[in-house]
């Protein structure tokens, strides 16, 4: 008879092509992975992978297994988590994915609350770009994301939290030669100074500054908002920093944060999660948390 674990060891085999990395995954030691998911084969009469060492090939009929497989294993888990919303709101462990442009400024402040609200809750976070999120989300290996919206696929559902608006950051000491009549066309002089590729925050500020030049696309591409203001402070260029990060990120001697006199550019972050998951309940209490945390913080 086929087993839940032998089509969890399958598809995780599957998704990485490799016993090594699967049995990772799954926790368990390679022969064990191996041996369950010859089991299966046996069980479905049929060749699922071909062996090549660590590494696999999956068959044709592998494939399409692979694919049943991932879509019996959601419905189990979809299952487990309706059982669980009715044991009380946010008394189940949550696995929260969080943007790296978020997550540094919001995270404390969401455990804190979340420590004197739900001490019960066991919140586990992922950080990381959105576009992975998102993928692991769809797997089933995050329970919600912390992202900004749209939700990037017709599968997720989102639940709008706030909009965080966009200031030009730049050198303090040339702050007086910045005026409201021309900062469109000045940011496009200047020397765009952007996260490296991957990053959500750099797509938005590409989008709203309009820059198609190569120049700004090949500029710095950095791994953290930190390097970013640390250059705009020694004269490098400018950027466009979200006003959550205001606070942590902005050195007021060094840094001079100009805003836009009209329709700002802004980016709405939000909670989403899948459409069939069955804790809706869990994830708008944690939604309406996050957002009470966000307006403590500007109030």
Excluded at 185 to 197: D, N
Excluded at 203 to 214: E, G, K, R
Excluded at 221 to 245: D, F, K, N, R, Y
């Amino acid at each position: 008879m086929v087993t839940l674990r032998q089509l969890r060891y399958f598809e995780a085999l599957a998704r990485v092509r490799h016993f090594g990395m699967a049995a990772d995954r799954c926790s368990v030691t390679q022969p064990a992975l191996s041996m369950q998911v010859k089991e299966l084969e046996r069980e479905l009469g049929v060749e699922l992978v071909e062996r090549r060492g660590n590494s696999v090939v999956l068959t044709l009929v592998g494939r399409e297994i692979a694919q049943r497989a991932e879509s019996i294993l959601g419905q189990v888990r979809e299952l487990s988590e309706f059982a669980r919303q009715h044991q009380g709101v946010l008394s189940s462990p949550v696995r929260l994915g969080m943007i790296p442009s978020v997550a540094p400024y919001l995270l404390p402040a969401i455990l804190t609350d979340v420590e004197q609200l739900y001490p019960t809750l066991d919140l586990q976070i992922r950080e990381t770009q959105t576009d992975m999120l998102v993928d692991e989300l769809l797997r089933g290996e995050l329970d919600a994301v912390l992202i900004a919206l749209p939700a990037p696929s017709a599968q997720l559902e989102g639940m709008p939290l706030f909009d965080d608006r966009f200031l030009i950051a730049v050198q303090a000491q040339v702050a007086a030669q910045w005026n409201a009549e021309d900062l469109h066309e000045r940011i496009g002089r200047e020397r765009l100074l952007l996260l490296e590729e991957g990053h959500c925050l750099r797509d938005q500020a590409l989008h709203f500054c309009h820059i198609a030049n190569m120049q700004a696309r090949k500029a710095l591409g950095a791994a953290s908002l930190t390097t970013i203001m640390q250059m705009v402070a020694a004269g490098h260029g400018i950027t466009l920093l979200p006003e959550l990060c205001v606070a942590a990120e902005v050195d007021r001697q060094r840094v001079a944060l100009i805003p836009f006199p009209d329709d700002p550019p802004m980016r709405t972050l939000g909670l989403v999660w899948r459409r069939t998951s069955g804790r809706k309940k869990d994830f708008t209490a944690l939604g309406n948390l996050i957002r009470q945390v966000r307006q403590a913080q500007t109030a």
